[in-house]
């Protein structure tokens, strides 16, 4: 006879299994996310600042000015001209409507007399590391998901989950100066959406048993996963909150997603995610691109183009080498001024990192991309990646196998 269980229990409550207690273990998984990364690092720098809206994106010569009373003047996003985007931006800016990948100038015109300040990434990287670090120092086990995020595995730390998640900002904050968001939950999934629920400097702690009263009623988007295309096509559907698309059969959703897209926006819903902490992250691919202050024409700009050609392949060698990988595939990316975007890639006989191979691989793709249009973006990419280690010890192999 297969026992009765009674789930999910109350909240003072444990599971019964035939009438007894019985105790039921769980992950117990935070998404951390830095609050508004850049910008409130650039506060560090410029603690004037604080409490005024700031946008991050500009160019150098938007670098702030010190001056003889020892106060700085700062570049307002009126006085941009570009096609640039926003990178990040402070609440106070947020609440004004501007937002991360944005056009600058169309920025301008919801915020004109915002602080543009340019983008520091070496510092980022820096403040990245130290408050990587310091979460490290208190829970060892990290998937690192960018710059200003990652996911904690909490599952085995004695420690309830509210003292635990202010002992970790704390810890942050002393390395660092800045705040963070975080979410605590059974999954990634979950975890993800609740670290952003209580921005800026909260902490959101969520059970699978919560997930129709705090999850449901948010919109379908809120998911990772679920980008602008998918959302307009569940809003087609009649689906714009998270409950709404749980009560959705799954028949439905695979006849209008197919299987793999349905099954998932099914279980999703629903609050399901095994998917486990990986603590080592291997990157699929590197790349570098730029974006031109005017479109440039491939022969009237040959000289322009070439150099910045030329540049964003020696800025992906020195990523490969820096990150100690090597790559078999390299492509080309361009957007022209229509915005219409082509790429071409071709596979090297031997993996390389040599900034000479990729440009000369890279001018091969250009070969075969039609080049009558001005050009706005022009990027290279390298992909399938491999440790450069496991070629160096593969070469030694062989060399070793050579007959004396």
Known sequence: MMPHIVWPPDLDDQPVVNGNPVHVTGRRIAHLDMDAFFASVELLHYPELRGQPVVVGGRNVHQPVRQSDGTHRFARLRDYVGRGVVTTSTYEARALGVFSAMGLMKSAQLAPEAILLPANFDAYRDYSRKFKAAVASVAPCIEDRGIDEIYIDLTDIPEDSLPLAQRIKRAVHEATGL??????TPNKLLAKICS??????GITILGSDEVPTRIWPLAARKINGIGPKANERLARMGIA?????AATPVEHLIRHFGRTMGTWLHQVAHGEDDRPISTRREPKSISRESTFQRDLHPRQDRDELSEAFTG????VA?????????ARTIGVKLRYADFQAVTRDITLPTPTADGREIRKAAGEC???VPLQQRIRLLGVRASTLLPASAIVAQAA????????
């Not at 020195?318 to 090597?326: E, N, P, Q, S, T």
């Open 196 to 201: 952003d629920l209580d921005k800026p400097n």
């Open 318 to 326: 020195d990523d490969l080498a820096r990150k100690g990988y090597v």
């Open 241 to 245: 909150t998270i409950g709404e698309l």
């Open 312 to 315: 964003i392949c020696l800025r």
């Open 397 to 404: 192999t062989r060399q070793a196998e050579l007959p004396l």
């Open 366 to 368: 250009l070969k075969r």
């Open 179 to 184: 705040t963070c968001s975080i979410g605590i």
